[in-house]
């Protein structure tokens, strides 16, 4: 499957955007997928992941509560809703899909496919 992330760009703090992963190839409805983030300098950490069907989600702590992952199997298609953005929350996102979530669900090893970062720079 191959993935094309968008929907990056620069916000001030305290605002919102949606990114956008879209899906080719194989059914997107046969994956679980994810959301990373990777600042300068830094790890690549997780953000968002949800199961194959969209009935089950899991945050990281520091997004819980201002982002939401969805999936739409008809539009091969995942989103990542991001409010009351923050200064730190400023990296280059990815997506990424795997066969199924697991107990790493939050590590990059879970995931078979990854797309190119978009970029999302919150200024304060």
């Given amino acids: 499957v191959q993935l094309q992330a968008s929907g990056g760009g620069l916000v001030q703090a305290g605002g919102s955007l949606r990114l956008s992963c879209?899906?080719?190839?194989?059914?997107?409805?046969?994956?679980a997928m994810g959301w990373f983030r990777q600042a300068p300098g830094k790890e690549r950490e997780f953000v968002a992941a949800i199961s194959r069907r969209g009935t089950r989600t899991y945050?990281?702590?520091?997004?819980?509560?201002?982002?939401?992952?969805?999936?739409?199997?008809?539009?091969?298609?995942?989103?990542l809703q991001m409010n009351s953005l923050k200064p730190e929350d400023t990296a280059d996102y990815y997506c990424a899909?795997?066969?199924y979530l697991s107990s790493n669900y939050d590590s990059p090893a879970r995931y078979d496919?990854?797309?190119?970062?978009?970029?999302v720079t919150v200024s304060s």
């Fill in 59 to 79: 945050y990281a702590d520091s997004v819980k509560g201002r982002f939401t992952i969805s999936k739409d199997n008809d539009k091969n298609t995942e989103y």
């Fill in 97 to 99: 899909a795997a066969p």
């Fill in 113 to 119: 496919y990854w797309g190119h970062g978009t970029q």
């Fill in 22 to 31: 879209a899906a080719s190839g194989r059914t997107f409805s046969v994956y």
